[in-house]
């Protein structure tokens, strides 16, 4: 029983101790800028608030009611979605 715990407990130890890494893909659009950046397609940025994307970008396509504790909401423009928390910009998304 004292090997077997002596055993996992060696195991276990190992594998903390390994390396962890990923990969980042950044895909390239016909600019060479990053699709998925604001030299890409401008698009809303984190913290703006829903007056000043409706300001700066005009009305969405579609405006999803919220759901969820916070709220979240989402608005579908032509070639994104944004998705706020409360009124304030959480991320904007790219369409495929």
Known sequence: MTFRI???????????SLPVSADVLLIESIHSAPI???EGIPRPTRSMSMD???????????AHPSVGEPPITRWDYSSYSVFFEHD?????????
């Open 36 to 38: 998925n950046s604001e």
């Open 52 to 62: 000043q994307v409706s300001q700066r970008y005009g009305q969405p396509l579609a």
């Open 6 to 16: 002596t055993t996992l407990s060696a195991t276990l130890i190992c594998m903390l």
């Open 88 to 96: 304030l910009v959480l991320t904007s998304v790219l369409h495929r």
